[in-house]
């Protein structure tokens, strides 16, 4: 039989896991697709992920890549692998890549072959918490100017030292990442920081967000990101960020391996404007 890649979108609710990785509890994302994926084919299958979500945080399109010799279709994988799945953990879509050996360096890797990533903070902005937002967006009951916020998340565009906004415990090789857009919208009392780079710093997206919000508070004038970055003092910014409202959207590839959004989307049905 012939070994296949065969790589995966899964989408899922962060909050009630330990983060993506794999843990002795056994209470993680990976923890519980392994499961499922074994279940299934009833062999053991380890998974690669594009970029792993830490507890709390969410995922609308999580890519990941596995390899096995089990020949089912793409329909039967998805729909017996989501038959062993939880509720909040799915398997949107499943296809298979050209894979020539496990030693080959151009074979196609969740991971290593990803040269850009998405990412969505939803903000609730009101001063009475909303039940059915918890754990889906993260809370700011004082009022916000978005424009101080739009205007200081220029500063972030371009290729910087992200130290400032860099985890203790971040393995990164280093802090230099490229941010190629921050946008900033706004809908009713929904804030949404959406933030596209070729890759990002442990926390980097919770950090940055901890930061605009002073700016959009008043506490800080807009060029103080600029001043940040320049620092590279990660105790002079803001608190990290609560993980609420953290979304993983979408992973850019190269279009040989046609790995686009299968999901059509790059939302939840929560948030249908961000596609306008």
Not at 171 to 178: D, G, L, R, Y
Not at 182 to 203: E, K
Not at 252 to 274: A, H, M, R, V
Request: glycine share 6%; with cysteine; hydrophobic share 40%.
């Amino acid at each position: 039989m012939e070994l296949k890649r065969l790589v995966l979108g899964v989408q899922y609710d962060g909050s009630c896991w330990h983060g993506w990785q794999t843990q002795p509890d056994g209470k993680t994302v990976q923890d519980i697709l392994e499961l499922a994926l074994s279940k299934f084919s009833k062999n053991s299958i380890s998974t690669v992920c594009a970029g792993r979500t830490d507890a709390g945080v969410h995922a609308i399109e999580q890519i990941v890549h596995f390899d096995t010799m089990l020949n089912r279709t793409m329909h039967s994988w998805v729909s017996g692998v989501n038959a062993f799945l939880p509720p909040s953990v799915v398997v949107r879509w499943v296809k298979d890549v050209p894979f020539l050996d496990p030693e080959a360096l151009d074979n196609f890797h969740a991971r290593f072959s990803a040269h850009g990533r998405t990412y969505h903070y939803v903000l609730y902005n009101n001063p009475i918490r909303s039940p059915l937002w918890s754990q889906r967006a993260g809370w700011v009951f004082r009022p916000l100017d978005v424009d101080a916020m739009r205007e200081a998340a220029k500063y972030l565009v371009g290729e910087h030292d992200f130290t400032v906004f860099r985890a203790a415990s971040c393995q990164a090789k280093s802090p230099v990442k490229h941010m190629y857009d921050v946008c900033i919208r706004q809908h009713g009392d929904l804030i949404v920081l959406s933030f596209h780079a070729n890759a990002f710093l442990h926390h980097m997206v919770r950090n940055i967000v901890g930061a605009l919000i002073y700016v959009g508070l008043n506490k800080k004038s807009s060029d103080w990101i600029a001043q940040l970055l320049n620092s590279r003092d990660r105790s002079l910014s803001a608190p990290t960020f609560m993980p609420d409202g953290l979304y993983l959207a979408k992973i850019d590839y190269d279009k040989k391996w046609n790995i686009e959004t299968k999901s059509g989307q790059n939302s939840p049905d929560f948030l249908p404007f961000l596609n306008d």
